[in-house]
């Protein structure tokens, strides 16, 4: 167990890191322009934006394989323009890892937006202030629980990506293996003590995100019984 | 001054409202569903109407079709039903969010007795109190037109009856036309200089000083 290559903890943990953040400023302006607002084809944009939940991570992978493989269409662009290939590269994990942690956080905002009165944005907006200082200073503190919520989900889930991550990233140790595929790889080629140790750490993970996750939340929902 | 003639479709019938109003208090009286917020919420810059016309100290803030001026830019303040209190300020804060002036600002604090309220956030605070920080929140940012949706409804009689007079007495301290939505006729007759029944759409003036 002395010679464990840590690399997929790291990898692990700077790609979920860095699809969190990205998911997160985009999940959290998607919803904030969505939530409240009624327009045509709404209904099918959610659809959309949530359908990597309801699909199996090889579905998704084969999607992703079909527009950022050597043929698809933005895969092809980026070959073309940059000579840069994201099929098999640490970009593809990220993008993976993107793709199917973003219903939760899109989920996650849209309800934390849609929870308080309205009237409380028209407020301040009748107080002068700019569509900017309201985002920031009313509509972003208040939602701020429910967007905590689902950043800690959306990392929980980046996290333990594995099924499109193998489609579009492949297992290439150092580079595109995090835990999952480690685990995966390991219990593979027998080596069953290292498989145990990855486990143990996702699930030691997992369950304190979980664990931080619900202790925040029935603190938070207190605070809010009282704010009402 | 404030002169509003507008027309708005809205689901079962059309608001046709016309109407011009002094620095006195209007009172918006009628029906639920008669389209009495919708007006307010027109006034305010919330909603568009159709067509028409809102003049404001002699000014356009609405006029079919080009003129719109944001709402933030019509210096108007808002008591909603609901006070929609920022949660997470504190009582100061909130009446700072949008105060020109704190001089003032303190004196309408002292005015509506909300002073040693200052530090509390508004789940610590009673519902007469929730009003009155609503209402000098509304007043610091010096608006030219003050529309108040319901301010009395959730409070008691012996609250509502002080909220009245307070109203009445900062009225008279800063003349300004008001519009004041309300389901009570004993409190339209109370405050209004004019009421506007507003049924279905339509406008009838009630009482007219």
């Not at chain 2, 079709?65 to 929609?84: E, N, S, T």
């Amino acid at each position: 167990m002395t010679d464990i290559n840590l690399s997929p903890l790291w990898l692990s943990i700077k790609t979920a890191t860095i699809a969190t953040i990205i998911v997160f400023i985009v999940g959290v302006l998607l919803a904030r322009f969505i939530a409240r607002r009624s327009f045509r084809g709404k209904t099918v944009i959610e659809s959309i934006f949530m359908l990597p939940l309801v699909l199996p991570p090889t579905v998704v992978g084969f999607i992703l394989l079909y527009i950022f493989g050597k043929n698809g269409f933005i895969g092809r662009l980026l070959i073309e323009w940059f000579d840069f290939q994201v099929v098999f590269s640490w970009y593809a994990v990220i993008i993976a890892a993107i793709v199917v942690s973003f219903p939760l956080m899109y989920q996650s905002a849209q309800a934390a937006f849609q929870q308080y009165d309205p009237n409380v944005e028209h407020a301040a907006y009748t107080m002068g202030a700019s569509r900017f200082k309201v985002f920031w200073t009313i509509s972003f503190p208040i939602a701020w629980p429910g967007l905590l919520a689902g950043l800690v989900l959306t990392f929980a889930r980046a996290l333990g990506e594995f099924g499109a991550t193998l489609m579009l990233a492949g297992y290439i140790p150092n580079v595109t293996d995090t835990i999952p595929l480690a685990i995966y790889f390991a219990v593979e080629s027998g080596n069953m003590e290292m498989a145990k140790f990855w486990v143990i750490l996702i699930v030691t993970l997992g369950f304190a995100a979980m664990l931080w996750l619900n202790w925040w939340s029935k603190r938070n929902m207190t605070a809010h019984s009282n704010h009402k | 001054m404030l002169h509003v003639a507008i027309k708005k479709q809205l689901s079962h019938f059309e608001l046709n409202v016309e109407f011009t109003l002094n620095n006195e208090i209007a009172v918006l009286f009628g029906p639920s569903g008669s389209g009495k917020t919708t007006v307010l919420n027109s006034i305010a810059g919330l909603i568009k109407p159709d067509q028409g016309i809102i003049q404001l100290n002699g000014q356009s803030i609405y006029e079919a079709p080009k003129v719109f001026v944001p709402i933030q830019k019509r210096h108007i303040g808002y008591l909603f039903q609901d006070y929609a209190l920022f949660p997470h300020m504190t009582v100061w804060n909130n009446i700072k969010y949008g105060m020109s002036n704190i001089e003032f600002a303190e004196q309408l604090m002292d005015e509506l007795k909300i002073n040693h309220l200052s530090e509390h956030y508004p789940h610590q605070i009673s519902g007469g109190e929730k009003q009155r920080v609503a209402l000098a929140r509304a007043l610091a940012t010096e608006p030219n037109l003050l529309l108040l949706d319901e301010p009395f409804s959730a409070l008691d009689d012996a609250t509502r009856e002080v909220s009245h007079k307070q109203l009445l007495r900062l009225h008279h301290l800063w003349k300004i036309p008001i519009i004041m939505v309300t389901h009570s006729h004993s409190e339209a007759e109370k405050i209004g200089d004019h009421i506007l029944y507003l049924d279905k759409g339509h406008l009838t003036e009630l009482k007219n000083i």
